[in-house]
């Protein structure tokens, strides 16, 4: 709160009832620090991170209008990951190759720069568990969704869950069609 506005008054003025966000144009794949390195876990609302300002438009409005509304239920939402360059997806999967000691199991964690959907802004990490269990309970409201059952903290924008719920989870990324590419 360095701007001297709580969370909640972030909340409401970075998303305005009609859903657009207030924000100042970005660059979706210009990089940044790290080329999407979130150390620091930040709020949904930071447009000064790369990982959060180049998240796809519509996944950042769904997010913020989901992270005001649990504002009121006492709930803070941060990113832990968001946009990536491929550079940055490229070195996480030869991390998790090393850590898991093949490219097979590292596929059920890591994706590869072309299949990874935070490299294309399409995906968040949220952080803190009862942000994830809000989400996890309101998420098909914004059209926000838990994709692979082994990441709770792995959302992605499915508009068609606002009126139909989230579609069925993936074990993990490896089951996911869109991972084989």
Known sequence: ?????????????????????????????????????????????????????????????????????????????????????????????????SKYGSEEEAARWVATPETSAHVLGDAVDIGRLDARAWLSEHGARYGLCQIYRNEPWHYELRPDAVENGCPPMYPDPSHDPRMRR
């Open 1 to 97: 709160m360095t701007d001297g506005m709580t969370y909640r008054e972030r909340a409401r003025t970075a998303a305005h009832p009609t859903g657009r966000v207030a924000s100042s144009p970005v660059v979706r794949h210009a990089l940044g620090r790290a080329h999407g390195a979130v150390p620091d876990p930040v709020t949904v609302f930071d447009d000064e991170t790369p990982a959060v300002a180049n998240l796809d438009p519509e996944l950042l409005r769904a997010l913020r209008r989901a992270a005001t509304d649990a504002a009121d239920d006492g709930v803070e939402f941060f990113v832990n990951g968001g946009w990536r360059s491929p550079e940055y997806q490229e070195q996480l999967l030869r991390g998790a190759v």
